[in-house]
């Protein structure tokens, strides 16, 4: 018999680029430069994704959708993570409860964080309290600090729901 429950953490880290849309947790923020990556480059969607992945011990994103793969090329990080909740599914689990913490120098996101966390409860088909997400800088310290990208970190709770 499996678990009852696991927990995950993930990890995720891009460089912010002039040319590119900064999306975080599926949603669009004004800025005037965004993520470079593969897919939309949504640093927070992509370490909950780790995180949960990770609980189930079902690997890491890049096994998932390896980047260089035309199909993942700009895909909404969104389209993932329902993925991702379907695999969990498959394999008897559901998502608990997501905590996140963005860090990030610029731009302030403190009013898009009630957005991203329906976004992504929508996404995960849970609800919006079962998501935390908090903001913070790194003191001007290292390269998020001088404002060179945005990284987040993620802990997820699955649990149990076969017999």
């Given amino acids: 018999m ?4 696991r927990i995950g953490i993930g990890y995720d880290i891009h460089p912010l680029t002039q040319g590119r849309k900064l999306v975080l947790g599926g949603v669009d923020i004004p800025c005037d430069k965004g993520l470079s990556g593969w897919s939309d480059a949504d640093v927070l ?4 994704i780790d ?4 609980a189930a011990a079902l690997g890491d994103i890049g096994r998932h959708f390896p980047p260089g793969e035309a199909q ?3 895909i909404s990080s969104l389209v993932l993570l329902k993925k991702v909740r379907d695999k969990l599914k498959e394999n008897g689990w559901q998502v608990s409860n997501i905590d996140a913490t963005i860090v990030a120098e610029q731009p302030k996101l403190g009013g898009f964080i009630n957005q991203m966390r329906q976004q992504l409860s929508q996404t995960l088909s849970i609800n919006i309290g079962q998501v935390s ?3 913070s800088t790194s003191a001007q310290l290292g390269s998020i600090g001088r404002g060179e990208g945005i990284a987040t970190y993620v802990v997820a709770l699955i649990e ?4």
């Avoid at 969607?45 to 909950?48: D, F, R, V, Y």
């Avoid at 995180?51 to 990770?54: D, F, I, S, V």
């Avoid at 149990?160 to 017999?163: A, R, T």
């Fill in 2 to 5: 499996k678990n009852k429950m």
């Fill in 45 to 48: 969607t992509h370490a909950i």
């Fill in 51 to 54: 995180a949960l992945l990770g």
């Fill in 72 to 74: 993942y090329k700009d």
């Fill in 133 to 135: 997400i908090k903001a």
């Fill in 160 to 163: 149990c729901i076969s017999k």
